[in-house]
């Protein structure tokens, strides 16, 4: 196996644990809406920056997307009138981890 393989084996494992224990802590609900086709299309034709900045963050569509930088490239590909803005750094109400109860 390459030095490369090896180099990008490592990263996808890093990204992969991180995002596990990103999405467990809370619910990153934005993806959902990436997924959408006609979104999913338009990003993959934008040349968006792909960081691992794993900070949630609320969007002024009520859903919490990975980090700024995704939203900002959502933006891209959404009308002007449909453009999001940032509530808040963190999880939105309805996607923050729920705190368990111990009797």
Do not use: W
């Amino acid at each position: 196996m390459s030095r490369k393989s090896i180099v990008f084996l490592c990263f996808a494992l890093i990204v992969s644990l991180a995002s596990s224990a990103l999405i467990r802590e809370g619910r990153i609900s934005g993806f959902d809406r990436l997924k959408e086709p006609e979104i999913d299309r338009c990003l993959r034709s934008k040349m968006c920056p792909v960081t691992l900045d794993l900070r949630p963050t609320c969007a002024s569509d009520g859903r919490t997307y990975v980090n700024l930088a995704t939203i900002h490239c959502l933006n891209e590909c959404l009308k002007p009138e449909e453009q999001l803005t940032i509530v808040s750094g963190g999880y939105c109400k309805d996607d923050a981890p729920q705190a368990s109860s111990k009797l």
